[in-house]
């Protein structure tokens, strides 16, 4: 996208227009003292060559050759470059919210298959595209379980994303939700006696995550028995997606919040990512965000159009199912591209390889002493690890060694002190597993 | 479609019909069709305490989201189960099977407020005047 400024000639002109000798002119209805006297501190303008020396000279910075054990809610994978082309082209990159579905049939039939994609994934029947990432879909999600259960409390699994539970904590501070968090077990897995204890006739909603913060998979089914007994809602939150290549659907959820980075989208700093809610057909007109349905036009053809739309902000203003008012398109078409790529074999051989290479290097990590898995529960492409030792100190030998290293559990769990959440996906080979291995143990047995 | 005599309207196109100390409560024939196709709505649990000129519903059309304010103060006591898997009800018999809700009324003087059918309409032969000019 290019940005062309004005010329002091095409303001000249357009002051001229409306009658200002200066731009301050423009301005004069503004009170004198609400205005700036001074320029803003910023930088001053580059030429064309200037600007490509400072962004060659930025990318230089960044870190090569690095290999990296961190996951925590935003994971590593492989993509085609067929995605970014794709999604470079000029139709779908720049194109505006599809309200006039006759000139935007290309648009509404990949947000259309989207939908579709993620209802086969998460094994429910309808899904929304989308909302800005996984924590805000989880946050969304609860607020759709509290109107359609008319109740205000809400239980959280502490093994959620420290993060989401974070954004569930900041819309909730206003809105008269209650928040309670819910402890886990020995086996890193939602405590469910506890569960059952705290599940009266006031609670909305059940949030949890599978595979969880831990690395754990939690028992979905198990869960959602006490939960449906209460008249509660059953919400899971899914960071990892690409675990639904191998691990069951959550169709016992009544809603499911996704965060669909994994799919195609590369791990950057602030995103953007995709979050995607997934729910039952008859919770539909209490599911925030946009809907594309398919339907036929005056001949009888096929066609896609913006559907529901009444239940969103430009409509219904305060009344509205959320505040939500864009949605990721472009990036739900990466994972659209990338999944449609894949296919269904191919996110299942993906699934498999992160789990066998996790497999692997816990295997290889237990060999070293003073390295213990913490929970025995399954997990995904993440698991968790006691070491003998601080895991900040034990990161800092390891980025020596060009290997960023796990997740340090601490920093959201004060109990956790020693404990390490490891994430390895398919990009990570054997050999740099057992090189972190062998980093790992030379870490340990330096002296404090 | 003829206004039924013995209802009592309100400005926002609400009807309500009490009988027996229950007062059940619709959209006018006018105001289904201001609306359009109807196709869904919205409406309390029994129950719900609902106070008069108060949104107590809506009504979505293909064309706009609606508000339905209650004539009077009361008690929802039943709503319209049927309006959930067949809303086009509303645009065809408004003012008798396509009622939305019935209601126990916590202040009887509130209807007096209401409009009787002459009023109500002169009332829209007054908006259809002002549509029209």
Known sequence: MRYLPKSPAERKEMLAVVGCKTADELFSSIPERYRLKKPLNLPAPLSEAEIIQYFKARAAENSLGYTSFLGAGIYNHLRSVITDTIIQRGEFLTSYTPYQAEISQGTLQSIFEFQTLMCQLTGQEVANASMYDGSTAATEAVLMAERLTSRRLVLVARSVHPEYRAVLQTYAKNSGLRVEELPMNSHGTVDARALQSRLKDDVAAVLVQSPNFLGVIEPLAELSNLVHKSGALLVVSITEAVSLGLVSPPSDADVVALEGQSFGLPPSYGGPYVGVIASRDKFVRQMPGRLVGQTTDSHGRRGFVLTLATREQHIRREKATSNICTNQALCALAATTHLTLLGKEGLREMAHQNLSKARFALAELEKIPGVRRAFDAPFFNEFTIELPRSVRLVNAQLLRDKIIGPFVLGAAYPDLTKHALVCVTETITRAEIERFAGALRHALEQPL | ?133
Request: glycine content about 6%; proline content about 5%.
């Open chain 2, 1 to 133: 479609m003829a206004y039924p005599a013995t209802y009592r309207y309100t400005k926002q196109h609400e009807w309500i019909n009490v009988k027996d100390g229950v007062g059940t409560v619709g959209i006018t024939d006018y105001a289904q069709h201001e609306l359009g196709d109807v196709v869904f709505v919205e409406l309390p649990k029994p129950g719900a305490k609902i106070g008069a000129g108060k949104s107590f519903g809506t009504v979505e059309s293909v064309k706009a989201v609606s508000e339905i304010y209650a004539p009077v103060s009361g008690e929802v006591v039943e709503a319209n189960a049927d309006l959930e898997a067949t809303p086009e009800k509303l645009n065809t018999d408004p003012h008798n099977s396509a009622w939305l809700i019935r209601m126990t009324l916590s202040d009887q003087a509130e209807l007096d407020k209401l409009m009787d059918v002459k009023a109500y309409e002169a009332f829209i032969a007054e908006k259809n005047k002002e549509a029209s000019a």
